[in-house]
């Protein structure tokens, strides 16, 4: 699909292409969606899209696709702008539900943005998970995960 909108650089618009990536994410097809999108980054004529990052972000992160959430994420920062609340609680989730390392302490890092940056007030759904999961780890930093579930809880 990327060739194809190469192809068509000397004509395609910006709403042309948010338009391909849209309808990507509408059949499901994310990593499409994501191609194309990071196609209309690298153009002359692209200019950040809030809403579109937005919905690509959350699409991504509901599919699992953490590191790519994670960077679209990290683009809304980059613009000056705060990420949506959804897009705060999608990623978290995403984090939470990863069984890797460091995951826990991103999601906690995230958390804390949402509240700093945002100024939101997180869902109870989304308390009790992180509050869950931190009680719950082991290991050498459970005196950080403690301060961070005292943080949560109040």
């Not at 869902?123 to 459970?142: Q, W």
Request: glycine content about 6%.
């Amino acid at each position: 699909m990327v060739r194809i909108l190469g192809a068509q650089r000397k004509w395609v618009r910006q709403e042309d292409v948010g338009y391909v990536v849209l309808h990507c994410m509408r059949i499901r097809e994310n990593e499409a969606s994501y191609r194309v999108y990071k196609w209309m980054t690298q153009q002359r004529w692209y200019k950040f899209d809030f809403p579109l990052v937005t919905k690509l972000a959350d699409y991504l992160g509901k599919d699992r696709k953490i590191a790519k959430c994670r960077e679209l994420f990290d683009d809304i920062i980059n613009q000056g702008r705060v990420p949506s609340e959804s897009t705060f609680h999608i990623l978290i989730v995403a984090y939470l539900s990863a069984p890797v390392d460091g995951c826990l302490e991103e999601a906690c890092s995230i958390y804390n943005k949402m509240i700093q940056l945002g100024g939101y007030k997180p869902r109870l759904s989304l308390h009790n998970s992180l509050f869950r999961a931190l009680v719950s780890k082991t290991g050498g930093s459970s005196k950080h995960n403690l301060r961070q579930a005292e943080f949560v809880y109040h």
